[in-house]
């Protein structure tokens, strides 16, 4: 089966040109023999593209999945986990929930609960912005989905499927919702989200079945697309109607498909899994179609500046090492630092191209202040207090260093101390500024400058007149006086592999997450 499947892609990618992820529902390990499913695990075989797979979906297949929030099963095949939210470095939201309904208690490792479906639809539902998600991906079908629809088939939608699918998808107003497990392929009309007349428009919803690949039939069980991610969309764009439109099938499908509701999330619930795309760039050959200059729609955001050539730190370049990434905003993001001074070393990045702080747009400055306010109080649970750091000086992307010093390591004031004895001992003029003093109005955009932010918030800044050290930053905190680690003073001596560096990024995405303040955006 995995043999017939990958031979189909690579057969499309050679006629269309490459696609940058496969999504998997339905039953992944099917009655693969396991002897073939071997030969992708131990890489004698090899996906031709980074393929992302839905959970078992009854017992025979749960040995396959050993870690339910998610791991990598083989070469570019990647477990999504039970449930969660997966972002693409574009932006594109894909919400997963693998197996099939339970209703019961205890809950099979092989399906979800109403709790499972509650805790998705409150974790992103609950504010006023959120308008839908890009994709969703369940197994079973939702129940009612033919509603008002196109004939479905030999399947009877009002006996088959899951009604807290049907909650899901109404809650999330996924733009493409895939599933399987009728084995068939149904691709139902698109359906509204709004009430004519009674509701602002919305973007349409399109449901896709899937057949098993293979099918003797030859039933349609790979569909290939394009998609632009929605927060790349204008307004206008987003909520055009297909002329085939039709009314939304879960509307009134009464109290079952509403069940979803009615269930509490229980507070020592742990949320759903969060992670971010890593080695593709979906969404990235395309993106540019859903910045359309010609919009009529009068609030489209403005484009980030680009880079004059290759970047590494643009998140949109492919120069980006993007298994570093561990969280996006709106306007920044978090990644690892390459040869950190510890496991949990992170940088605060534009994702448009700016050069330093002082050249940042009003929106860009209040996005970085919440990241380091949030990492304050992330590493202060954690009983450590950050430094942040930025050095202006032959570097041509903003990177703010943010490293956590231990609280039994030192006091504030021996760090601050620590900067201004190894500044004086290397004829460095570093001076106190004002605690509320914005750096915009000390430095003019172009200069080059080092600047220090202490977790008290007082701020040591220093004019680059000439010449600077590079690792000057580095070297103080990796002194004796603070982390004493003098060995780890150049990046370069603390590279590891990018198995470890991935590692560190899954954790530091874990622990990062009930902090997470992009999650109530």
């Given at each position: 089966?995995?043999?017939?499947?990958?031979?189909r892609?690579?057969?499309?990618?050679k006629?269309?040109?490459?696609?940058d992820?496969?999504?998997?529902?339905g039953?992944?390990?099917?009655?693969?023999?396991?002897?073939?499913?071997?030969?992708y695990?131990?890489?004698?075989?090899?996906?031709?593209?980074?393929?992302?797979?839905?959970?078992?979906n009854?017992?025979?297949?749960?040995?396959?999945?050993?870690?339910?929030?998610?791991c990598?099963?083989?070469?570019?095949?990647?477990?999504l986990?039970?449930?969660?939210?997966?972002?693409?470095?574009?932006?594109?939201?894909?919400?997963y929930?693998?197996?099939?309904?339970?209703?019961?208690?205890?809950v099979?490792?092989?399906?979800?609960?109403p709790?499972?479906?509650?805790?998705?639809?409150?974790?992103?539902?609950?504010?006023?912005?959120?308008?839908?998600?890009?994709?969703?991906?369940?197994?079973?079908?939702p129940?009612?989905v033919?509603?008002?629809?196109?004939?479905?088939?030999?399947?009877?939608?009002?006996?088959?499927?899951s009604?807290?699918?049907?909650?899901?998808a109404?809650?999330?107003?996924?733009?493409?919702?895939?599933?399987?497990?009728?084995?068939?392929?149904?691709?139902?009309?698109?359906?509204?989200?709004?009430?004519?007349?009674q509701?602002?428009?919305?973007?349409?919803?399109?449901?896709?079945?899937?057949?098993?690949?293979?099918?003797?039939?030859?039933?349609?069980?790979?569909?290939?697309?394009?998609?632009?991610?929605?927060?790349?969309?204008?307004?206008?764009?987003?909520?055009?109607?297909?002329?085939?439109?039709?009314?939304?099938?879960?509307?009134?499908?009464?109290q079952?498909?509403?069940?979803?509701?009615?269930?509490?999330?229980?507070?020592?619930?742990?949320?759903?899994?969060f992670?971010?795309?890593?080695?593709?760039?979906?969404?990235?050959k395309?993106?540019?179609?859903?910045r359309?200059?010609?919009?009529p729609?009068?609030k489209?955001?403005?484009?980030p500046?680009?880079?004059?050539?290759?970047?590494?730190?643009c998140?949109?370049?492919?120069?980006?090492?993007?298994?570093?990434?561990?969280?996006?905003?709106t306007?920044?993001?978090?990644?690892?630092?390459?040869?950190?001074?510890?496991?949990?070393?992170?940088?605060?990045?534009?994702?448009?191209?700016?050069?330093?702080?002082?050249?940042?747009?009003?929106?860009?400055?209040?996005?970085?202040?919440?990241?380091?306010a949030?990492?304050r109080?992330?590493?202060?649970?954690?009983?450590?207090r950050?430094?942040?750091?930025?050095?202006?000086?032959?570097?041509?992307?903003?990177q703010?260093?943010?490293?956590?010093?231990?609280?039994?390591?030192?006091?504030?004031?021996?760090?601050?101390?620590?900067?201004?004895?190894?500044?004086q001992?290397?004829?460095?003029?570093?001076?106190?500024?004002?605690?509320?003093?914005?750096?915009?109005?000390?430095?003019?955009?172009?200069?080059?400058?080092?600047?220090?932010?202490?977790?008290?918030?007082?701020?040591?800044?220093?004019?680059?007149k000439?010449?600077?050290?590079?690792?000057?930053?580095?070297?103080?905190?990796?002194?004796e006086?603070?982390?004493?680690?003098?060995?780890?003073?150049d990046?370069?001596?603390c590279?590891?592999?990018?198995?470890?560096?991935?590692?560190?990024?899954?954790?530091?995405?874990?622990?990062?997450?009930?902090?997470?303040?992009?999650?109530?955006?």
């Amino acid at each position: 089966t995995f043999d017939i499947l990958f031979n189909r892609v690579r057969a499309i990618q050679k006629k269309s040109g490459n696609f940058d992820l496969l999504l998997c529902v339905g039953n992944f390990f099917g009655s693969t023999p396991d002897a073939e499913w071997e030969e992708y695990k131990t890489g004698i075989k090899k996906a031709p593209i980074q393929t992302y797979v839905l959970g078992a979906n009854n017992q025979e297949t749960v040995k396959y999945f050993q870690d339910a929030d998610g791991c990598e099963l083989a070469e570019n095949i990647t477990y999504l986990g039970r449930k969660g939210v997966f972002t693409g470095s574009s932006g594109l939201q894909i919400v997963y929930l693998s197996g099939t309904e339970s209703l019961t208690e205890p809950v099979p490792a092989y399906s979800f609960s109403p709790k499972d479906v509650s805790s998705l639809r409150m974790m992103m539902c609950t504010t006023s912005q959120f308008k839908g998600v890009d994709i969703l991906l369940t197994s079973p079908w939702p129940k009612y989905v033919g509603n008002f629809g196109n004939s479905s088939g030999e399947v009877d939608t009002k006996k088959c499927g899951s009604s807290l699918v049907s909650s899901l998808a109404t809650g999330l107003k996924p733009r493409y919702h895939f599933a399987a497990l009728e084995k068939t392929y149904y691709e139902r009309l698109p359906y509204r989200n709004h009430i004519v007349l009674q509701e602002n428009a919305q973007h349409a919803t399109r449901f896709i079945a899937l057949a098993n690949v293979g099918n003797p039939e030859k039933k349609k069980y790979l569909y290939a697309f394009s998609i632009v991610p929605m927060k790349l969309m204008g307004a206008a764009e987003l909520v055009k109607q297909p002329p085939d439109v039709t009314e939304n099938p879960y509307r009134k499908s009464g109290q079952e498909a509403s069940i979803g509701k009615q269930i509490p999330v229980p507070v020592e619930e742990s949320a759903c899994q969060f992670f971010f795309d890593l080695n593709e760039k979906q969404g990235r050959k395309r993106s540019s179609t859903g910045r359309d200059s010609k919009s009529p729609h009068p609030k489209q955001p403005r484009k980030p500046p680009q880079p004059p050539g290759p970047c590494w730190f643009c998140l949109a370049s492919p120069e980006v090492e993007k298994h570093l990434v561990v969280n996006i905003g709106t306007h920044c993001y978090l990644a690892l630092a390459k040869g950190g001074l510890c496991d949990d070393h992170v940088l605060i990045l534009p994702i448009g191209h700016y050069q330093s702080v002082v050249e940042l747009s009003a929106e860009v400055v209040e996005e970085v202040e919440k990241y380091k306010a949030t990492l304050r109080r992330f590493f202060k649970s954690r009983g450590k207090r950050c430094v942040v750091f930025e050095r202006n000086y032959k570097s041509h992307h903003l990177q703010l260093q943010v490293i956590p010093v231990p609280v039994s390591c030192c006091a504030t004031d021996d760090i601050k101390d620590a900067f201004i004895t190894q500044a004086q001992e290397q004829q460095i003029e570093l001076l106190e500024i004002p605690e509320h003093t914005d750096i915009k109005q000390i430095a003019q955009p172009g200069a080059a400058y080092f600047y220090v932010e202490l977790d008290t918030g007082e701020k040591l800044f220093h004019r680059i007149k000439k010449n600077f050290p590079l690792q000057f930053g580095r070297e103080v905190l990796a002194s004796e006086a603070i982390l004493n680690i003098p060995d780890k003073s150049d990046w370069r001596q603390c590279q590891i592999s990018k198995e470890d560096e991935e590692t560190l990024a899954r954790r530091f995405r874990k622990d990062f997450e009930p902090f997470d303040f992009t999650l109530d955006d």
